[in-house]
């Protein structure tokens, strides 16, 4: 019953690297139709269904409309990139700040392959500067980029902010040979 299939993408890599846990406070970037955040929202019990762990809290941005979802809080219509997109999340987030920042974010693909994956890394470090202001100390951010040249460079500037950064390619993004995720942990923080 998940919104779409990349659920399992995040299932996966959460099975086997323990991003969420319960009681963590999510961001979840380019969040539509919302199925990464159903499975923050299982993860980190948001809605404090075990009432033998902490309850979590998930938020979800995305530029289209997200369908309500128990358990997790949406701005939809909001684009990332936008500066003033920083403040709305600071102040729906739990004491401003975020445990986890998910990104799954895809900008509309030209076709024009090199161009598509400049605009995602673009996104990417966007991000990392939000992340300035929203990440816990010891945090996590895993975020899809697509192969290309400047795929080393946002590697290089999460290495400089976390302290361990891995590539990972999901059983789940087979088919799609380009889209990679890189998992940062560790945020030195600022
Ligand atoms: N993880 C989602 C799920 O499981 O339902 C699927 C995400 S989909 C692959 C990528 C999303 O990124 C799209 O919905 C798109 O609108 C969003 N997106 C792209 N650029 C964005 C931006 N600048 N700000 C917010 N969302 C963005």
New binding site residues.
């Given amino acids: 019953q998940y919104?779409?299939r990349?659920?399992f993408k995040?299932l996966e890599i959460d099975d086997k690297l323990c991003v969420l846990r319960p009681g963590f406070s999510v961001l979840?970037?380019?969040?539509?139709?919302?199925?990464?955040?159903q499975v923050a929202v299982e993860r980190v019990n948001a809605l404090g269904t075990d009432a033998a762990v902490p309850t979590g809290f998930v938020l979800g941005?995305?530029?289209?409309r997200i369908s309500p979802l128990e358990g997790a809080v949406f701005l939809s219509e909001?684009?990332?990139?936008e500066p003033s997109t920083l403040r709305a999340i600071q102040s729906l987030l739990p004491l401003g700040k975020a445990d986890v920042i998910l990104s799954?974010?895809?900008?509309n693909a030209t076709g024009i392959k090199e161009l598509d994956h400049q605009k995602l890394i673009r996104?990417c470090l966007g991000l990392l500067d939000i992340a300035q202001s929203i990440l816990k100390p010891k945090g996590t951010m895993l975020c899809k980029f697509w192969d290309g040249s400047e795929a080393r460079l946002l590697q290089n500037r999460l290495k400089e902010q976390f302290q361990d950064v891995r590539t990972i390619k999901p059983q789940a993004s087979r088919k799609d040979s380009a889209e990679s995720y890189y998992l940062a942990r560790l945020y030195r923080g600022k």
């Fill in positions: 919104r779409c990349s659920a995040l979840d970037c380019g969040a539509a139709p919302g199925a990464w955040s941005v995305d530029l289209l909001t684009d990332m990139a799954d974010m895809a900008p996104l």
